[in-house]
């Protein structure tokens, strides 16, 4: 019998795999087995969402950030990162547009910009809130206290994405800084969680150091913590970092990845991210095919598109977010899915 498929079976009926096992399964990937694979996260993506892609508004409001991430363009040690930030006006702005497009999520990201302090940060979230109750607010603002994180949640945020960006402290420590740590970021996760929020994490495929190994953690952690959305994208090197010169992740392992994760946890919110469609000019349409169900296009203001710069060559950089919605609704019906207007939320 072929192993890797059984693993899949034992994985789609139990929802759980042994270490061993997620390795095995991984190192043994093929061609046939993937096939195996997608088809069955199909059939769980169908039974929860059907054929419905929801979409994120994403605003990207600061590139400047306190922390310095050895794979990312916007780390405080990049001087050649062009800061921005935008104002309150310009994030309302970038939702007004965003709702007349069919929004109906909208994604504030920014690097752990002090300036955006907590009576701030809750100012912009009770604005939107107010103007728009019908949409989700997701805040994406990296490592706070759970005291913060639950005023924001009470200024009016639903969700929160936070990448545990690797479980294994080791690893953790190859990509990042002494002042960061693997633990402190798991607990931003749990409190998360805790507080309320639908909570998203994920990581990098292909980052420095990365074996099956640390992707098998991922996975377990993940089961573990029973996120409701779960964000991956390759690795992509930045110029201007100290990873420039290491090898960028692979479109074949990330798609591997996103079908085990739709059948892990089938009723997950998975994106076919930005990041995979810079490597692939089909990336998302294949990530779809994979088992995402969600994708994120940009909402900011076209001209600092290009300053949010995390890794190189990143795309959509100069289209207007009219033009985006629309390329992406074409490329989900080219595969047999709809771009839906709906908050889109984790299936109950
Ligand atoms: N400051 C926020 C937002 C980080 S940017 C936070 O800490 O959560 C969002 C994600 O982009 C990161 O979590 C990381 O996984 C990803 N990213 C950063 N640099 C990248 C790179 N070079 N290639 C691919 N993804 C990258």
Redesign the pocket.
Known sequence: MDKPKQFIDKLEETSHLAKEEWIALIENRNETVAEYLFEKARKWQHKFYGNHVYTRGLIEFSNY?K?D?Y???IRRSNQNADRYRLTSEQILECCQLGYGLGFRTFVL????DGWFAQERLEEIVHAIRERYPDCAITL????RSKESYRRLFEAGADRY???H?TADEEHYRQLHPPELSAVQRKQCLWDLKEIGYQTGT???VGSPGQTAVQLAEDLMFIRRLEPHMV?I??????HD?P?AAEKGGTVELTLFLIGLLRIMLPKLLLPATT?LGTIDARGRERGILAGANVVMPNLSPTDVRKKYE??DNKICTGDEAAECRTCLSRRMEGIGYQLVVDRGDFCQ
Request: net charge negative; charged share 10%; aromatic share 16%.
């Open positions: 950030c922390n991430c794979y990312c363009g990201q920014g690097g752990e994406s603002l990296g490592e994405l936070l990448r960006e994920g990581f990098m964000g994208g390759p690795f992509v090197p930045h970092t990873f990041a995390l890794y």
